[in-house]
């Protein structure tokens, strides 16, 4: 037998991709496959994400674990955003960790791989002129890297810290990426970006004047390619001209993600955000006018330095007129190397807490009234998941994750769906065509 490889995903959607590149680099290069158990693993990857502090202290009490019961010789890698805030520490505090492997460092893995206590975190590494390989974890889509790096500010970030500056991917790349998934029988492909709508500030070689809405247009030329999706736009880059491709391209999906962050103008200055409460509003009147069948998610922050009573109140009115079909929300957390660490009017825990959970709640009673009424909607679902218990999960254009009675023959197609019954998270349905 081969060796085995175990990888543990952890964060975004740009991570689940760079873990599918090393996966199919250590296949390509090394001979691995891939192990659920990570006990009879020869090789165990974590893809570590930084954005919150708790996951990176779970990291360490994670590790040992892996080094307890790992089977004897086998290598441990830190790859991701934590190995490159943290770099050789993780090294210093696990000392059995073999490399360390930072977020933009991944197409690395196999040089890495055979330098013992290696430590490979350099952020300008430019990783943008060539395509990620084509192993992907799912048969029914496939996720495409649009941009690297970010270039905001935004106070609470340590992303363009751990993923270095902004760097567009050539065109050319993308398109032929899209093509061969959907030569692969694929018919949707999801990019992926820090700030997808600012995609063309900045190439690492000569390039043609590009925007984001000239790439979805030229993608949704791909024959065969049904559906398009992103994450993650910024508000501030949301001009005229995207939200009326958005909304009058069939091939794109619609669902829009639209990072609030937080209701109040005072705050969203603190946090560097480009935008106030009145723009995002604008926006969403705007989408909302363009494409009424849109979905619209969100992230939102709470316990920001400096936030008060009133700032949440903004938010949770925000909350209120958009009505958001799902929320991401957090506890403010500080991150090293950000501007917002030094803030010091900082906000009383607990207070962050009731306040999250107060918000949660406000979200709840919003997704149970409107859930409701899409009781005996169709929908035109393209199934992707078959779950124990017969059944199979797909998702409608706009983003609602669907589920019916089924078996595999259901898996990468479209189906009309009637909505039989309703739940906060998932809906059930039954398949009419
Ligand atoms: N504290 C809490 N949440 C954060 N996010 C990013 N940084 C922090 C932080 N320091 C959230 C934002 C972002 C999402 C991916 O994670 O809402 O959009
Ligand atoms: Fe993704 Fe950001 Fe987490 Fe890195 S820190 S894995 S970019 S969410």
Excluded at 53 to 80: D, Q, T, W, Y
Excluded at 277 to 297: D, H, Y
Excluded at 355 to 363: A, E, K, T, Y
Aim: aromatic share 8%; net charge neutral; hydrophobic share 35%.
């Amino acid at each position: 037998m081969g060796k085995l490889l175990f990888i543990e995903t952890l964060g975004c959607a740009m991570n689940s991709r760079d873990s599918e590149h090393m996966i199919a680099e250590l296949r390509e290069k090394e001979g691995y496959e891939t192990t659920d158990d990570f006990k009879i693993a020869d090789l165990i990857l974590i893809n570590t994400c930084s954005v919150r502090e708790r996951p990176v202290h779970k990291l360490f009490s994670e590790l040992g674990g892996f080094n307890k019961h790992k089977k004897k010789g086998a290598k441990i890698g830190v790859c991701g955003c934590t190995a490159s805030h943290l770099g050789e520490e993780i090294i210093k505090k696990a000392p059995y960790v073999n490399f360390v492997l930072g977020a933009r460092n991944v197409s690395r893995i196999s040089e890495v791989l055979h330098k013992d206590k290696a430590v490979e975190i350099d952020i300008n590494y430019d990783e943008s002129e060539f395509a990620f390989k084509d192993f992907r974890s799912s048969s029914f889509k496939g996720f495409i890297n649009i941009s690297i790096g970010c270039d905001k500010s935004c106070t609470f970030c340590i992303v363009p810290k751990t993923r270095g500056d902004e760097i567009s991917i050539p065109d050319s790349l993308i398109i032929n990426e899209a093509k061969r998934i959907v030569e692969m029988g694929a018919k949707e492909i999801f990019l992926l970006g820090q700030n997808v709508n600012n995609y063309g500030r900045r190439f690492s070689g000569e390039h043609e004047k590009m925007n984001f809405t000239k790439l979805l247009r030229r993608l949704s030329k791909i024959e065969k390619l049904e559906r398009i999706r992103f994450t993650s736009p910024h508000p501030f880059h949301m001009d005229d001209e995207f939200i009326e491709e958005f909304s009058s391209n069939p091939k794109i999906c619609k669902s829009m993600h639209m990072p609030l962050q937080s209701g109040s103008t005072k705050v969203l200055k603190e946090m560097k955000r480009g935008y106030s409460k009145e723009w995002f509003l604008n926006r969403v009147q705007k989408l909302k006018t363009m494409c009424p069948e849109a979905t619209i998610s969100t992230d939102i922050i709470v316990g920001f330095p400096g936030e008060s009573d009133e700032d949440f109140e903004d938010t949770i009115d925000v909350m209120k007129q958009v009505q958001f079909d799902q929320i991401f929300s957090f506890k403010y957390s500080p991150r090293p190397q950000t501007e917002a660490e030094r803030f010091t009017n900082i906000v009383d825990g607990d207070v962050a807490s009731q306040r999250l959970s107060f918000l949660q709640s406000i979200h709840n009673e919003i997704i149970d009234q409107n859930n409701a009424k899409l009781l005996g909607n169709i929908y035109r679902v393209y199934f992707e998941d078959l779950h124990r218990d017969a059944y199979v999960t797909g998702r409608s254009d706009n983003n609602i994750v669907i589920k019916v009675k089924g078996s595999e023959e259901l898996l990468g197609t479209f189906r009309d769906v009637k909505i039989i019954s309703i739940g906060r998270t998932i809906l059930t349905g039954e398949v009419i065509a």
